[in-house]
Nanobody, 121 residues
Framework: QVELTESGGGLVQAGGSLRLSCAASGQTFSMYSMGWFRQAPGKEREFVAAISWSGGDTYYTDSVKDRFTISRDDAKKTMYLQMNSLKPEDTAVYYC??????????????WGQGTQVTVSS
């Protein structure tokens, strides 16, 4: 089992950058594939990015490609989401998730509590 805690959210102007972190507890972090999801007010939760357990495979939703970068540091048991060129439509609560298999669906077993990202125009 793994517990996840997001941090790094905040308020930023359009065009700015933020780096989200997802810190994990437990001994088996390196065995999990990880994902980032987001949920804007009044909308369903959507996939943002995912990274395989090895770090060798990454996936992004089209709207964040070339702006966001997902990465992981197994020694620190932490996953990151570097977000550049932020847009107001990126405003949402961002959640990290972990599971045995990489996926762009929300069928992950473990979830963090979320961190708010607000992009002002």
């Amino acid at each position: 089992q793994v517990e996840l805690t997001e941090s790094g959210g905040g308020l930023v102007q359009a065009g700015g950058s933020l780096r989200l972190s997802c810190a994990a507890s437990g001994q088996t972090f390196s065995m999990y594939s990880m994902g980032w999801f987001r949920q804007a007010p009044g909308k369903e939760r959507e996939f943002v990015a995912a990274i395989s357990w090895s770090g060798g495979d990454t996936y992004y939703t089209d709207s964040v490609k070339d702006r966001f970068t997902i990465s992981r540091d197994d020694a620190k048991k932490t996953m990151y989401l570097q977000m550049n060129s932020l847009k107001p439509e990126d405003t949402a609560v961002y959640y990290c998730a972990a599971d045995n298999s990489i996926s762009n669906s929300d069928a992950y077993n473990y979830w963090g509590q979320g961190t708010q990202v607000t992009v002002s125009s």
